[in-house]
């Protein structure tokens, strides 16, 4: 039977690429524009000749291959998931940039990643009880836009970073950078900021050059750690104080883990929750005001159904609907990559031991064979199909075990920043033409996002 299965079993296809380079170059220049076209020209599973010496954290060493069907995903990522695991390049870099440890939730594999998700999934599973910090924390923002002149200008990706930024700091940690932590707003946004762009950096020597933004980042890094390292000792000397994410987690691994967590385990769970998802939400957001921008008439319909901002959540079906085709054209995990530990047949293909496997929630929700008219920004799709809509057609945040544990958080503030905001502006894009997409470690908007906003209704 074996014989047999191996004897059918074949090479994927795919483009020959250049003699020594392959197709990392045109990988690496336009990645989404160069998925949609390989797996539109080869199919569903597909191989690619890549550069040895990787470019970014995402680029593979050796050979790779990318599936975009939702049963193969499903393969890969459930039904098979015993033979793959998390791809390391991108969680060793995350170690060293942020000189983590072992064990946390997304850089651990095996036993430890059980442990940990368990420990911190109760954290996770209630985000309604943090309605009123997102709220909060998007009203501090409305205030500040409603004090600017009529038609000012403003960047909607600079923003909506900050918002994001306030957000996760309130909800993780009781942090106010709006209020008594403003002090810390600056350091604490010049430190993330320096991740993403270390995390950019391919050689791991530039890390350590002595260059102004080294240490910029540095002297920042250091402040944060500090207050951290406060906030970590006030939460454990008396977790039930707080209404966060660090106090829940702490008194969940009280009961799971065997003994308490040390600080330096502590802080390097809250540094990889503070800066994992952050650009990913705020891009999200971003999208949502640029498509609603582009579609008054929807803007419209969202904000007739916002009327309390914070309930609005539970029962506006229209503004989830909004929520949800968002990150079906602008997913958070645009890439998941997974390493190949034994050979694997896929969709009658053959991918080996040693291989890297790409499948792109970005392509996956373009396929033609499961959405209609894939890139149109069309919210009806969630409110009036008639076709369900499986987890592995429609996965944002990821697909299986590794599923991102933060998604009802992200819809939550998805659903209360798009619903609080078209409730009191209407907004006007400044950028000429269509906004194009850098994808890195998420979806960019490139160049920035400039708009006005037009006040809808004054603050009450």
Not at 71 to 96: D, E, F, G
Not at 220 to 235: D, G, T, V
Not at 332 to 348: K, M, N, P, S, Y
């Amino acid at each position: 039977m074996t014989a047999v299965l191996q004897a059918r079993t074949i090479d994927p296809p795919g483009p020959r690429g250049l003699p020594l380079t392959g197709v990392a170059f045109q990988f690496r220049r336009d990645p989404l524009r160069f998925l949609l076209k390989t797996v539109e020209e080869y199919g569903d599973v597909v191989q690619l000749p890549m550069l040895k010496l990787p470019l970014t954290p995402l680029e593979p060493q050796h050979r790779l291959y990318i599936v975009n069907h939702p049963a193969l995903v499903r393969q890969i990522c459930m039904t098979n998931r015993t033979k793959y695991r998390t791809h390391s390049q991108l969680v060793n870099k995350l170690k060293l940039v942020l000189n983590l440890g072992e064990g946390e939730l997304l850089t651990s594999v095996g036993d430890e990643w059980v442990q940990r998700k368990a420990s911190l999934q109760p954290a996770f599973s209630g985000a309604d009880i943090f309605v009123g910090k997102v709220a909060h924390s998007v009203f501090a923002m409305i205030e500040r836009w409603s004090a600017l002149p009529e038609k000012a200008a403003i960047d909607l990706e600079d923003e909506l970073t900050n918002l994001v930024t306030n957000i996760f700091a309130s909800v993780f940690l009781s942090l106010d950078l709006d209020g008594e932590d403003r002090a810390l707003a600056p350091h604490w946004r010049g430190m993330l900021n320096g991740f993403s762009r270390r995390m950019a950096t391919p050689f791991r020597f530039l890390l350590a050059a002595p260059t102004r933004a080294n240490r910029d980042f540095e002297t920042a890094r250091n402040l944060i750690e500090q207050r951290l390292h406060w906030a970590i000792s006030e939460h454990c000397q008396c977790p039930h104080r707080f209404n966060d994410v660090l106090s829940s987690w702490l008194e969940a691994s009280e009961v799971r883990c065997a003994g308490p967590l040390s600080e330096k385990s502590i802080r390097d769970q809250v540094m990889l929750l503070l800066l994992a998802g952050r650009k990913n939400v705020s891009n999200a957001l971003a999208w949502a005001c640029y498509l609603l921008a582009r579609h008054p008439e929807i803007a419209e319909r969202v904000s007739d159904e916002t009327a309390d901002p914070e309930n609005h959540a539970k029962r506006s079906p229209w503004l989830a609907a909004v929520q949800k085709e968002v990150l079906r054209l602008y997913p958070t995990a645009w890439l998941i990559a997974r390493f190949c530990l034994e050979d694997d047949e896929v969709g009658g293909f053959r991918i080996p031991q040693g291989a890297t496997v790409f499948m792109s929630p970005y392509a996956i929700h373009r396929h033609p064979d499961f959405w209609r008219d894939p890139e149109r920004f069309d919210p009806c799709r969630f409110v009036t199909s008639k076709s369900p809509i499986t987890p592995d057609m429609y996965l944002p945040f990821g697909v299986g075990a590794r599923t991102c544990i933060g998604n009802s958080l992200t819809e939550l503030i998805m659903r209360i920043a798009i619903g609080m905001i078209f409730a009191h502006f209407r907004i006007e894009l400044r950028t000429a033409g269509e906004v194009r997409i850098k994808a890195s470690s998420s979806l960019y908007p490139d160049g920035g996002m400039s708009a006005a906003v037009d006040k809808r209704k004054k603050l009450q």
